[in-house]
Protein backbone atom coordinates (compact mmCIF):
# COMPACT_ATOMS: atom_id res chain seq x y z
CA UNK A 1 0.00 0.00 0.00
CA UNK A 2 2.64 2.66 0.92
CA UNK A 3 4.30 2.81 -2.29
CA UNK A 4 8.42 2.94 -1.94
CA UNK A 5 10.29 5.88 -3.33
CA UNK A 6 11.90 3.53 -5.62
CA UNK A 7 9.23 2.57 -6.86
CA UNK A 8 7.66 6.13 -7.12
CA UNK A 9 10.57 6.65 -9.15
CA UNK A 10 10.73 3.89 -11.59
CA UNK A 11 6.96 4.88 -12.21
CA UNK A 12 8.12 8.47 -12.93
CA UNK A 13 11.60 7.58 -15.02
CA UNK A 14 9.14 4.97 -17.49
CA UNK A 15 6.87 7.78 -18.08
CA UNK A 16 9.25 10.61 -18.78
CA UNK A 17 11.54 8.64 -20.89
CA UNK A 18 8.58 7.74 -22.95
CA UNK A 19 7.45 11.65 -23.01
CA UNK A 20 11.11 12.51 -24.14
CA UNK A 21 11.42 9.79 -26.62
CA UNK A 22 7.99 11.05 -28.22
CA UNK A 23 9.28 15.00 -27.86
CA UNK A 24 12.25 14.29 -29.46
CA UNK A 25 11.35 12.30 -32.27
CA UNK A 26 11.41 13.86 -35.63
CA UNK A 27 13.93 16.58 -34.88
CA UNK A 28 15.72 16.15 -38.16
CA UNK A 29 18.02 13.27 -38.75
CA UNK A 30 19.76 11.20 -35.83
CA UNK A 31 23.57 12.42 -36.82
CA UNK A 32 22.28 15.85 -36.49
CA UNK A 33 20.64 15.32 -32.64
CA UNK A 34 23.25 13.91 -31.20
CA UNK A 35 25.65 17.36 -32.44
CA UNK A 36 23.24 19.80 -31.83
CA UNK A 37 23.78 21.88 -28.92
CA UNK A 38 22.10 25.08 -26.96
CA UNK A 39 23.13 28.16 -29.15
CA UNK A 40 26.58 30.20 -27.38
CA UNK A 41 23.73 33.49 -26.63
CA UNK A 42 20.73 30.93 -25.80
CA UNK A 43 21.22 32.19 -21.86
CA UNK A 44 19.75 35.25 -22.92
CA UNK A 45 15.90 35.88 -22.33
CA UNK A 46 13.27 38.09 -23.67
CA UNK A 47 11.21 39.35 -20.79
CA UNK A 48 9.79 42.36 -22.33
CA UNK A 49 5.94 42.90 -22.85
CA UNK A 50 6.30 44.04 -26.23
CA UNK A 51 7.91 40.45 -26.97
CA UNK A 52 5.66 38.57 -24.90
CA UNK A 53 2.67 40.48 -27.11
CA UNK A 54 4.28 39.53 -30.14
CA UNK A 55 4.50 35.91 -29.06
CA UNK A 56 0.84 35.46 -28.12
CA UNK A 57 -0.76 36.74 -30.92
CA UNK A 58 0.27 33.65 -32.54
CA UNK A 59 -0.50 31.25 -29.76
CA UNK A 60 -3.64 29.48 -28.06
CA UNK A 61 -4.54 27.70 -24.51
CA UNK A 62 -3.60 24.37 -24.06
CA UNK A 63 -5.22 22.44 -21.08
CA UNK A 64 -4.62 19.21 -19.13
CA UNK A 65 -7.16 16.72 -19.44
CA UNK A 66 -8.07 17.36 -16.10
CA UNK A 67 -8.22 20.90 -16.72
CA UNK A 68 -6.14 21.62 -13.80
CA UNK A 69 -3.24 23.50 -15.81
CA UNK A 70 -3.57 25.82 -18.99
CA UNK A 71 -0.95 27.41 -20.96
CA UNK A 72 -0.27 29.07 -24.37
CA UNK A 73 1.59 27.29 -26.99
CA UNK A 74 1.67 28.19 -30.74
CA UNK A 75 -1.93 27.80 -32.37
CA UNK A 76 -0.58 25.07 -34.90
CA UNK A 77 1.15 22.72 -32.44
CA UNK A 78 -0.99 19.49 -31.39
CA UNK A 79 -1.35 17.88 -27.79
CA UNK A 80 0.29 14.24 -27.35
CA UNK A 81 -0.86 12.04 -24.96
CA UNK A 82 1.32 11.74 -21.70
CA UNK A 83 -0.51 9.16 -19.84
CA UNK A 84 -1.19 11.48 -16.61
CA UNK A 85 -4.53 13.41 -16.90
CA UNK A 86 -2.05 16.43 -15.21
CA UNK A 87 0.55 16.35 -17.41
CA UNK A 88 0.55 18.39 -21.04
CA UNK A 89 2.49 17.70 -24.37
CA UNK A 90 2.58 19.26 -27.21
CA UNK A 91 4.84 20.07 -30.18
CA UNK A 92 4.44 21.26 -33.58
CA UNK A 93 3.64 19.22 -37.05
CA UNK A 94 7.47 19.08 -38.38
CA UNK A 95 8.91 17.83 -34.93
CA UNK A 96 11.10 19.89 -34.28
CA UNK A 97 10.10 21.67 -31.11
CA UNK A 98 7.71 20.51 -28.39
CA UNK A 99 7.24 21.20 -25.14
CA UNK A 100 5.58 19.53 -21.73
CA UNK A 101 4.16 20.75 -18.84
CA UNK A 102 4.69 17.63 -15.48
CA UNK A 103 2.70 18.73 -12.56
CA UNK A 104 3.84 17.08 -9.43
CA UNK A 105 0.67 17.88 -6.83
CA UNK A 106 1.77 17.45 -3.30
CA UNK A 107 -1.22 15.68 -1.85
CA UNK A 108 -4.05 13.19 -2.71
CA UNK A 109 -3.59 9.98 -4.63
CA UNK A 110 -1.48 11.97 -7.52
CA UNK A 111 1.33 12.90 -4.99
CA UNK A 112 4.47 11.41 -6.58
CA UNK A 113 7.27 14.03 -5.30
CA UNK A 114 7.46 16.16 -1.91
CA UNK A 115 10.01 18.67 -2.78
CA UNK A 116 11.10 20.22 -5.90
CA UNK A 117 14.80 18.52 -5.60
CA UNK A 118 12.99 15.32 -6.00
CA UNK A 119 11.17 16.66 -8.92
CA UNK A 120 14.74 17.79 -10.58
CA UNK A 121 16.25 14.33 -9.31
CA UNK A 122 13.37 12.56 -11.21
CA UNK A 123 13.19 14.84 -14.53
CA UNK A 124 16.84 15.03 -15.24
CA UNK A 125 17.19 11.34 -14.48
CA UNK A 126 14.33 10.67 -16.86
CA UNK A 127 15.51 12.81 -19.17
CA UNK A 128 19.21 12.03 -19.28
CA UNK A 129 19.67 15.58 -18.65
CA UNK A 130 23.60 17.30 -19.86
CA UNK A 131 25.21 20.16 -19.62
CA UNK A 132 22.68 21.88 -17.62
CA UNK A 133 23.78 25.85 -16.73
CA UNK A 134 21.98 28.08 -14.78
CA UNK A 135 19.97 30.65 -16.17
CA UNK A 136 17.58 33.78 -16.12
CA UNK A 137 14.18 32.32 -15.11
CA UNK A 138 10.99 33.53 -16.09
CA UNK A 139 8.04 35.30 -14.49
CA UNK A 140 5.39 32.34 -13.83
CA UNK A 141 2.28 33.40 -13.24
CA UNK A 142 0.97 31.66 -9.07
CA UNK A 143 5.01 30.10 -9.05
CA UNK A 144 7.54 30.51 -6.67
CA UNK A 145 11.10 28.98 -6.07
CA UNK A 146 11.44 29.55 -9.83
CA UNK A 147 14.74 28.33 -11.38
CA UNK A 148 15.73 27.91 -14.75
CA UNK A 149 18.45 26.25 -16.79
CA UNK A 150 19.41 25.41 -20.69
CA UNK A 151 20.44 21.79 -20.95
CA UNK A 152 20.92 19.18 -23.97
CA UNK A 153 18.27 16.38 -23.52
CA UNK A 154 18.47 12.37 -24.06
CA UNK A 155 16.40 9.62 -25.05
CA UNK A 156 16.98 6.98 -27.50
CA UNK A 157 19.89 8.20 -28.44
CA UNK A 158 18.56 11.09 -29.77
CA UNK A 159 19.51 14.56 -28.34
CA UNK A 160 17.97 18.39 -28.47
CA UNK A 161 18.63 21.90 -26.57
CA UNK A 162 16.31 22.52 -23.99
CA UNK A 163 15.08 24.92 -22.08
CA UNK A 164 14.01 23.70 -18.56
CA UNK A 165 11.84 25.40 -15.77
CA UNK A 166 11.22 24.31 -11.91
CA UNK A 167 8.66 25.93 -9.62
CA UNK A 168 5.61 25.50 -7.15
CA UNK A 169 2.69 26.55 -6.14
CA UNK A 170 0.29 25.69 -2.88
CA UNK A 171 -1.25 23.33 -5.07
CA UNK A 172 2.05 21.26 -6.60
CA UNK A 173 5.70 21.61 -8.12
CA UNK A 174 6.18 21.80 -11.56
CA UNK A 175 9.00 20.66 -14.25
CA UNK A 176 8.38 22.92 -17.82
CA UNK A 177 10.47 22.04 -20.45
CA UNK A 178 10.82 22.90 -24.10
CA UNK A 179 12.69 21.02 -26.04
CA UNK A 180 14.13 21.79 -29.84
CA UNK A 181 16.78 20.41 -32.57
CA UNK A 182 18.49 22.65 -31.60
CA UNK A 183 17.57 25.63 -28.94
CA UNK A 184 17.53 29.20 -29.44
CA UNK A 185 17.15 32.84 -28.22
CA UNK A 186 14.06 32.94 -30.17
CA UNK A 187 12.91 29.70 -28.50
CA UNK A 188 13.51 30.34 -24.46
CA UNK A 189 11.53 33.67 -25.66
CA UNK A 190 8.64 31.65 -27.04
CA UNK A 191 8.35 29.93 -24.30
CA UNK A 192 8.91 32.46 -21.75
CA UNK A 193 5.59 34.27 -23.74
CA UNK A 194 3.82 30.90 -23.17
CA UNK A 195 4.77 30.66 -19.48
CA UNK A 196 3.18 34.33 -19.03
CA UNK A 197 0.36 32.60 -19.91
CA UNK A 198 0.52 29.81 -17.41
CA UNK A 199 -2.91 28.99 -15.19
CA UNK A 200 -3.37 26.55 -12.30
CA UNK A 201 -6.75 25.74 -11.42
CA UNK A 202 -6.47 23.14 -8.34
CA UNK A 203 -8.99 21.11 -7.47
CA UNK A 204 -10.40 21.73 -3.99
CA UNK A 205 -9.01 19.07 -1.19
CA UNK A 206 -10.53 18.61 2.11
CA UNK A 207 -8.49 18.52 4.72
CA UNK A 208 -10.43 18.22 8.45
CA UNK A 209 -7.32 18.54 10.94
CA UNK A 210 -7.94 21.87 12.76
CA UNK A 211 -4.83 22.19 14.50
CA UNK A 212 -2.11 24.94 13.33
CA UNK A 213 0.78 23.23 11.85
CA UNK A 214 3.23 25.32 14.45
CA UNK A 215 7.11 24.13 14.40
CA UNK A 216 5.99 21.30 17.56
CA UNK A 217 3.98 19.62 14.85
CA UNK A 218 6.53 19.97 12.73
CA UNK A 219 9.10 18.24 15.08
CA UNK A 220 6.33 15.63 14.99
CA UNK A 221 6.73 14.69 11.12
CA UNK A 222 10.71 15.15 11.42
CA UNK A 223 10.66 12.29 13.57
CA UNK A 224 9.44 9.94 11.10
CA UNK A 225 10.34 12.35 7.83
CA UNK A 226 11.98 9.52 6.11
CA UNK A 227 8.91 7.24 6.23
CA UNK A 228 7.27 10.47 4.82
CA UNK A 229 9.54 10.78 1.98
CA UNK A 230 9.19 6.90 1.13
CA UNK A 231 5.37 7.41 0.99
CA UNK A 232 5.84 10.75 -0.99
CA UNK A 233 4.01 12.87 1.24
CA UNK A 234 4.35 16.26 2.76
CA UNK A 235 6.16 17.31 5.43
CA UNK A 236 3.06 20.78 5.71
CA UNK A 237 0.55 18.35 7.08
CA UNK A 238 0.24 16.31 10.60
CA UNK A 239 1.21 12.84 8.91
CA UNK A 240 2.37 14.03 5.83
CA UNK A 241 -1.55 14.29 4.30
CA UNK A 242 -4.89 15.79 4.39
CA UNK A 243 -7.26 14.46 6.56
CA UNK A 244 -10.73 12.99 4.99
CA UNK A 245 -12.53 10.20 3.74
CA UNK A 246 -9.50 9.22 1.35
CA UNK A 247 -7.13 9.36 3.26
CA UNK A 248 -8.91 7.90 6.31
CA UNK A 249 -9.61 4.88 3.82
CA UNK A 250 -5.93 4.34 3.01
CA UNK A 251 -5.01 4.43 6.53
CA UNK A 252 -7.31 1.64 7.65
CA UNK A 253 -5.99 -0.81 4.68
CA UNK A 254 -2.68 0.05 5.55
CA UNK A 255 -2.90 -0.27 9.51
CA UNK A 256 -4.28 -3.76 9.07
CA UNK A 257 -2.27 -4.58 5.80
CA UNK A 258 1.18 -3.89 8.14
CA UNK A 259 0.00 -3.73 11.76
CA UNK A 260 -2.80 -5.69 11.94
CA UNK A 261 -4.46 -2.78 13.41
CA UNK A 262 -8.16 -2.69 12.51
CA UNK A 263 -10.14 -0.55 15.18
CA UNK A 264 -9.50 1.56 18.48
CA UNK A 265 -8.53 -1.73 20.40
CA UNK A 266 -5.94 -3.13 18.20
CA UNK A 267 -4.74 0.02 17.97
CA UNK A 268 -4.32 0.74 21.57
CA UNK A 269 -2.46 -2.65 22.20
CA UNK A 270 -0.07 -1.40 18.96
CA UNK A 271 0.58 1.40 20.49
CA UNK A 272 1.22 0.29 24.20
CA UNK A 273 3.73 -2.27 22.77
CA UNK A 274 5.62 -0.54 20.45
CA UNK A 275 6.63 1.74 23.44
CA UNK A 276 6.29 -0.66 25.89
CA UNK A 277 8.69 -2.95 24.19
CA UNK A 278 8.52 -2.78 20.41
CA UNK A 279 11.67 -4.43 18.72
CA UNK A 280 14.26 -2.92 21.16
CA UNK A 281 13.06 -5.33 23.65
CA UNK A 282 13.93 -8.58 21.18
CA UNK A 283 17.42 -6.89 19.59
CA UNK A 284 18.76 -6.36 23.42
CA UNK A 285 17.99 -10.27 24.53
CA UNK A 286 19.27 -11.91 21.22
CA UNK A 287 22.80 -9.64 21.77
CA UNK A 288 22.43 -10.57 25.51
CA UNK A 289 22.16 -14.15 24.63
CA UNK A 290 25.45 -14.01 22.37
CA UNK A 291 27.19 -12.41 24.85
CA UNK A 292 26.32 -15.67 26.94
CA UNK A 293 27.59 -17.56 24.41
CA UNK A 294 31.05 -16.25 24.56
CA UNK A 295 30.73 -13.67 21.45
CA UNK A 296 32.67 -10.33 22.76
CA UNK A 297 33.62 -7.12 21.62
CA UNK A 298 37.14 -8.72 19.75
CA UNK A 299 34.94 -10.49 17.37
CA UNK A 300 34.78 -9.53 14.33
CA UNK A 301 31.61 -8.97 11.96
CA UNK A 302 33.17 -11.29 9.60
CA UNK A 303 33.83 -14.36 12.13
CA UNK A 304 30.25 -13.46 13.82
CA UNK A 305 28.33 -14.18 10.63
CA UNK A 306 30.37 -16.86 9.90
CA UNK A 307 29.76 -18.77 13.32
CA UNK A 308 25.72 -18.03 12.78
CA UNK A 309 25.85 -19.52 9.81
CA UNK A 310 28.01 -22.40 11.02
CA UNK A 311 27.04 -23.04 14.41
CA UNK A 312 23.26 -22.18 14.45
CA UNK A 313 21.92 -22.33 10.41
CA UNK A 314 21.21 -18.79 10.58
CA UNK A 315 20.40 -17.55 6.75
CA UNK A 316 23.46 -15.20 5.25
CA UNK A 317 20.62 -11.97 5.68
CA UNK A 318 19.73 -13.17 9.44
CA UNK A 319 23.36 -13.66 10.20
CA UNK A 320 25.34 -10.49 8.48
CA UNK A 321 22.69 -8.44 10.90
CA UNK A 322 22.98 -10.11 14.05
CA UNK A 323 26.59 -9.56 13.53
CA UNK A 324 26.03 -5.96 12.50
CA UNK A 325 24.12 -5.38 15.66
CA UNK A 326 25.82 -6.97 17.33
CA UNK A 327 28.77 -4.35 17.01
CA UNK A 328 26.02 -1.95 17.39
CA UNK A 329 25.11 -3.20 20.68
CA UNK A 330 28.63 -3.42 22.32
CA UNK A 331 29.09 0.05 21.70
CA UNK A 332 25.35 1.83 22.17
CA UNK A 333 24.09 -0.47 24.76
CA UNK A 334 20.71 -2.34 25.07
CA UNK A 335 18.93 0.41 23.98
CA UNK A 336 21.17 1.28 20.49
CA UNK A 337 17.91 0.81 18.42
CA UNK A 338 14.91 2.11 20.75
CA UNK A 339 14.73 5.23 17.92
CA UNK A 340 13.64 2.73 15.48
CA UNK A 341 10.54 2.24 18.00
CA UNK A 342 9.95 5.77 18.86
CA UNK A 343 10.34 6.84 15.53
CA UNK A 344 7.53 4.30 14.50
CA UNK A 345 5.48 5.63 17.24
CA UNK A 346 5.05 8.53 16.00
CA UNK A 347 3.70 7.72 13.01
CA UNK A 348 1.45 5.22 14.21
CA UNK A 349 -0.06 8.06 16.08
CA UNK A 350 -0.91 10.21 12.97
CA UNK A 351 -1.70 7.21 11.10
CA UNK A 352 -4.18 6.59 13.93
CA UNK A 353 -5.81 9.77 13.57
CA UNK A 354 -6.15 9.60 9.96
CA UNK A 355 -7.99 5.88 10.31
CA UNK A 356 -10.59 7.80 12.63
CA UNK A 357 -9.12 5.65 15.26
CA UNK A 358 -8.10 8.28 17.62
CA UNK A 359 -8.90 12.18 17.86
CA UNK A 360 -6.96 14.64 16.61
CA UNK A 361 -6.52 15.69 20.42
CA UNK A 362 -5.22 12.10 21.26
CA UNK A 363 -2.93 11.77 18.58
CA UNK A 364 -1.33 14.87 19.38
CA UNK A 365 -1.01 14.93 23.07
CA UNK A 366 0.39 11.08 22.62
CA UNK A 367 2.74 12.82 20.17
CA UNK A 368 3.81 15.59 22.53
CA UNK A 369 4.75 12.58 25.34
CA UNK A 370 6.45 10.70 22.99
CA UNK A 371 8.51 13.19 21.38
CA UNK A 372 9.80 14.70 24.62
CA UNK A 373 10.78 11.07 25.84
CA UNK A 374 12.70 10.99 22.33
CA UNK A 375 14.56 14.56 23.12
CA UNK A 376 15.13 12.92 26.94
CA UNK A 377 16.77 10.18 25.21
CA UNK A 378 19.28 12.00 22.26
CA UNK A 379 20.82 14.78 22.31
CA UNK A 380 20.54 15.56 18.13
CA UNK A 381 18.74 14.69 15.04
CA UNK A 382 21.96 12.64 14.21
CA UNK A 383 21.98 10.49 17.63
CA UNK A 384 18.17 10.01 17.24
CA UNK A 385 18.60 8.71 13.44
CA UNK A 386 21.77 6.76 13.69
CA UNK A 387 19.51 4.62 16.52
CA UNK A 388 16.53 4.32 13.94
CA UNK A 389 18.49 3.28 11.31
CA UNK A 390 20.54 0.58 13.25
CA UNK A 391 16.82 -0.56 14.40
CA UNK A 392 16.08 -0.67 10.68
CA UNK A 393 18.78 -3.17 9.80
CA UNK A 394 18.14 -5.04 12.69
CA UNK A 395 14.63 -4.86 11.84
CA UNK A 396 15.11 -5.72 7.79
CA UNK A 397 17.56 -7.87 8.02
CA UNK A 398 19.25 -5.86 5.54
CA UNK A 399 21.73 -2.60 5.83
CA UNK A 400 20.07 0.79 5.65
CA UNK A 401 21.85 2.58 2.92
CA UNK A 402 18.52 3.71 0.97
CA UNK A 403 17.09 5.44 4.13
CA UNK A 404 20.12 6.80 5.09
CA UNK A 405 20.77 8.55 2.00
CA UNK A 406 17.09 9.64 2.57
CA UNK A 407 17.75 11.40 5.85
CA UNK A 408 21.11 12.98 4.21
CA UNK A 409 19.14 14.71 1.73
CA UNK A 410 16.19 15.78 3.56
CA UNK A 411 18.82 17.21 5.81
CA UNK A 412 20.63 19.67 2.86
CA UNK A 413 17.31 20.58 2.05
CA UNK A 414 16.81 24.57 2.26
CA UNK A 415 13.25 23.79 4.00
CA UNK A 416 14.12 20.82 5.65
CA UNK A 417 12.25 18.78 8.51
CA UNK A 418 15.28 18.61 10.42
CA UNK A 419 15.96 21.91 10.25
CA UNK A 420 14.23 22.66 13.66
CA UNK A 421 16.38 22.20 17.05
CA UNK A 422 16.10 18.57 18.56
CA UNK A 423 15.95 20.38 21.67
CA UNK A 424 13.54 23.18 20.79
CA UNK A 425 10.90 23.65 23.98
CA UNK A 426 7.71 21.42 22.47
CA UNK A 427 4.55 23.20 23.39
CA UNK A 428 1.13 22.14 23.39
CA UNK A 429 0.00 24.51 20.38
CA UNK A 430 -3.60 22.88 19.95
Given at each position: ?????????????????????????????????????????????????????????????????????????????????????????????????????????????????????????????????????????????????????????????????????????????????????????????????????????????????????????????????????????????????????????????????????????????????????????????????????????????????????????????????????????????????????????????????????????????????VAQTIQSM???????????????????????????????KLKAQSNS??????????EKTW
Open positions: MFMKKIKRQALIFCLALTCSAMLLQGCGDKSSKKDSAVSENSQKTTNGDEASKDYLSDMKEFSTTDKTVSIYFDQDWQTEDLEMDFWLGAGNKKGDKAAAILQFPKNGANMMANSIEMVAEMVEASYNVSDKESTTAPSVPGMSEITAYTCKMTAGGVTGGAYLIYGETSYAYYALTYIADKLTDEDIASFNASCSKFQENPPEVEDNFSSEMTDTLRWFNAAYAVLIDLNGRDFNLFGGIPANDDSKTIMQAGLADSWGVEDRTSADENIDWILSEGHRVDFAENMKALEDAGVTADTSTEDLAALLKDEYDFEDETANSFARAFGVYTEHGADAIAAWDYSRAMYLLSAYYHAGYYTEQEALDKSLEYESWDDFMDSYLWGYDYWAEEESTERREIYNPFRFDFKMNL
